[in-house]
């Protein structure tokens, strides 16, 4: 609401000039999906108005500031920025909790309830923060790290904060395999090829693959082609997996797949626009995992198109545009985000947590990008100012 609010009264000009494009869609259908759910599903007009103000403050605003203010490469570079920054402030409160367990958080506020779930890891203890579990603490870790080696290795960024931006990058990288998250570990190990991988076509390819996963992903467990309990019980090998698994104590990943399989055909009675119910399982004993499976079992496949469209389009749309139209800086920056962006989204996919900051670079991306000719006017800073405008409102 205080951005929204500064933008409004402080900054009319930028917004007053921001126009509607079609990268803008599935933004705008994620925040009205909640009014159509409500009236479909006979729960009146309020219901669905307030759903979509809360989806509108709490994921469209971050967005429109991206989508305003970080449309060039010095806005962007201060973004990713950042986020490493942020990283490297939770880094001591990690280093702490790590030693003597989640603290902080109910030393500041009190009761945490998932505060020991998980927390006894195979070195020390899986730090929280101030987040809800040590899940949502990797993975924000997880995504600074990136940042962090995208800005290092692309050399977009010398030094954060007095840091050299190597060493930074080594501090997050260290501090997230001490945050004994293992998703998290596996996802920034397996997303840092986007960064790395230099030849366009295979860098194309390799997130051509990740898109068609998540996607490919969603629709199998929703049609039900992929049963757990039915893979591992007919399967030697995966039964013999599931059991070591268990036996580490990393058991999880099978439990988070079968809480949302078990759900599935509750949320398929309302396909179109959900229940609109935010415990639409009805009583179960526990919910559905993934930010996915919620999503469609309270919207329906509107709300799930628009929550994956949001994610996916703006990563998928830094690939379209060919490289001659943007320069190597704003090029390799935005290469950082679509990185981010995509870790949020595959772990969306087992965790019902989004890092809600990174939508500001969502929004970023899904600004027109800038010509080469336009980013080169920066040199002087009214004509930036300008520029920062007209893009603003393309």
């Known amino acids: 609401m205080t951005g929204l609010l500064g933008v409004v009264l402080v900054d009319r000009p930028f917004a007053s ?4 494009t079609f990268w803008d869609l599935p933004m705008l259908c994620w925040c009205v999906v909640p009014v159509f759910s409500a009236i479909a599903n006979t729960q009146g007009l309020v219901v669905g108005l307030r759903g979509a103000v809360y989806l509108a403050l709490a994921w469209g605003v971050p967005y429109i500031l991206g989508r305003i203010y970080f449309v060039d490469t010095k806005a962007q570079r201060l973004a990713a920025r950042a986020f490493v920054m942020a990283g490297l402030a939770y880094v001591p409160i990690c280093l702490l909790e790590v030693i003597t367990g989640p603290q902080i958080y109910a030393a500041l506020y009190g009761y945490e309830p998932y505060r020991w779930i998980g927390a006894h890891r195979y070195f020390g203890f899986r730090p929280i923060g101030l987040l809800e579990d040590g899940n949502q603490l990797g993975i924000w870790m997880a995504t600074s790290a990136l940042i962090a080696f995208g800005l290092w290795k692309l050399r977009a960024s010398d030094r954060i904060v007095g840091i050299p931006i190597g060493a930074a990058t080594g501090i997050l990288l260290g501090t997230t395999l001490l945050c004994q998250s293992g998703g998290s570990i596996l996802l920034l190990l397996g997303l840092i090829p986007v960064l790395v991988v230099s030849h366009r076509r295979m860098l194309r390819v390799v997130t051509l693959l990740l898109l068609l996963g998540i996607v490919g992903f969603a629709c199998l467990r929703l049609g039900n082609v992929i049963s757990l309990h039915k893979f591992v019980a007919h399967n030697t090998v995966a039964d013999s997996a599931a059991s070591l698994l268990r036996k580490a104590g990393r058991g999880s990943f099978g439990w988070r797949l079968s809480q949302d399989e078990r759900y599935v055909d509750v949320a398929l009675e309302t396909p179109v626009l959900g229940s609109g119910q935010w415990d639409w399982w009805k009583g179960g004993s526990n919910r559905p995992w993934g930010l996915w499976m919620l999503a469609f079992g309270m919207y329906g496949a509107f709300g799930l198109l628009a929550l994956e469209s949001l994610q996916l389009l703006p990563v998928a749309r830094v690939l379209s545009f060919s490289k001659a139209r943007t320069s190597m800086d704003a090029h390799n920056l935005q290469r950082v985000f679509a990185a981010a962006i995509l870790l949020s989204a595959i772990d969306s996919l087992l965790n019902s ?15 027109t990008r800038l010509t080469t000719d336009e980013l080169s006017s920066n040199e002087n800073p009214r004509t930036q100012s300008n520029m920062l405008v007209t893009a603003g409102g393309r």
């Open 353 to 367: 947590a989004v890092i809600l900051p990174l939508l500001l670079l969502v929004g970023c991306l899904s600004a």
């Open 17 to 20: 000039k921001f126009r509607l």
